[in-house]
Structures are given as C-alpha cells and as structure tokens.
C-alpha cells in the first residue's frame, strides 16, 4: 500500500478564498484523523471519522472549517473562508482497530497550508 | 482532559551519547501510551507504544521506553544515538475519558544529535 496519501502537498492561498484539502487513507483501514500542526499549538487532532461517520469534531476551530468522508477512501477537510490564522501543515492520519483500541495511526505527509 | 507533558522542548546531544526524553501523561487510569517521530518535512511515524503487559517496550530504531504507573510517566531512552536521530520525537496517549481511539499528543521534543 501506498501509505496515506494526502494532496496538495503545498497550498498557497489569499484570505478569504476556499481551500480543500484531500486525504486518501489506506485501505482497509475504518478509521480517519485530521490534525493541524502549528509551532504555538502544537499538534491538534481536528475531527476523526469511523467508517466514514463523524465521531468526533470538538477540535474544530469554527464553523469555516468542515470535513466529510463520503466513502471510505475519500477524505476533505474545507475552510471556507480561510484567514491567516490558518496557516498551518495539515495531517490526515488512518487506523484501524483490532481488539478493544486503535493502536496505531499511520500518517500521511501533510498539507502545508499558507494563507496570505 | 487528558494531558501530556514533554518536559523538555530541545534537546542537544553528542553523537553515540545517551539520550532520555521524558513524557509525563495526566490520568491515573489506565492508559495506552505511544512514542512517535517526525523527520523534517515528514508525517509522524510510530516508533513504539505501550498497552499492557511489561513496563519496558522496546521499538523501532534502537529505541526503548518505560511505563511508570505510579509517575504518570514514559520516558523514551536510546543508549546511543546516531546523526539520523535528529528529529521532532511526539508522545501521545489514548484518553479513556472519551474513548481509546482519540489520541493526544504532547508538545513534541526536538532532538539534535550533534557530530
């Protein structure tokens, strides 16, 4: 497999413009993170998806950011409108549970998000 | 809620010297623990985690970790680290208050190996 792939690597927008971002998890895997990373905040996990579902999105910012996962190897996460506060490298993360737990998230490269 | 502390934000260490990094977590129930690294311009990869049994785990790299219960502690250690170690090392926890599957991560210790 491939890993996670997240895309674009790099994104360079003006305030005020929408940006997507995509993630495709690995296959197999049900479950699905989105986390932001920033050198005040550190890492912030956003949102996290089970089989495709929202479980969890008390990490979400504001209501410019969303996230849907229409299958189960598709991912966005979308700011709309951004600002600068945003700038940050975006991570989408996927595991997968065996027994009682998710043990392990395996990362994709991020998303470094500039907006200007 | 659940918290983790990396007591120290930068660590600089001589080339084949010795090396801890120390994570403290906040909750006093069980917990599974994990260690993470991120190389520059990189994802985070897991370098070892801890869910029951022996409080010594040994990962990835040469790296090793033990679990203190009763010091809410994780520190990882390395007996000798190489040029290839210089990165950003993240401990995290699973939060049994919400569910297992929500991981926290602490601030992340920026390991430099120095020739």
């Known amino acids: 497999d491939a890993g996670v792939i997240q895309s674009p690597r790099h994104e360079v927008t003006e305030m005020g413009q929408e940006v997507t971002l995509r993630c495709k998890p690995i296959s197999g895997h049900d479950y699905l993170f989105w986390y932001r990373q920033t050198m005040m905040r550190g890492l912030e996990l956003l949102i996290y998806f089970n089989n495709n579902v929202p479980i969890d999105d008390s990490g979400m910012p504001e209501d410019r950011f969303s996230a849907k996962m229409p299958n189960a190897s598709f991912s966005t996460l979308k700011i709309q409108p951004s600002e600068p506060r945003d700038s940050a490298v975006y991570f989408c993360?996927?595991?997968?549970?065996?027994?009682?737990?998710?043990?392990?998230?395996?990362f994709g490269q991020g998303t470094r998000l500039t907006v200007v | 809620a659940q918290s983790v502390t990396q007591l120290d934000s930068q660590v600089p260490v001589f080339e084949e010297a010795p090396v801890e990094l120390r994570c403290n977590y906040s909750?006093?129930?069980?917990?599974?623990l994990f260690w993470y690294v991120q190389y520059p311009n990189q994802g985070l990869q897991l370098l070892l985690k801890y869910l029951s049994g022996s409080t010594l785990v040994k990962g990835i790299n040469g790296f090793e970790a033990e679990f203190n219960k009763s010091q809410t502690s994780f520190h990882l250690r390395k007996p000798s680290v190489h040029i290839s170690d210089t990165a950003e090392y993240f401990c995290?926890?699973?939060?049994?208050?919400?569910?297992?599957?929500?991981?926290?991560f602490g601030p992340g210790t920026s390991l430099s190996v120095i020739p």
């Open positions: 993360a996927s595991s997968f549970r065996t027994g009682g737990a998710v043990y392990e998230a395996f």
């Open positions: 995290a926890v699973s939060d049994p208050k919400t569910s297992y599957d929500k991981v926290i």
């Open positions: 909750s006093s129930v069980s917990v599974y």
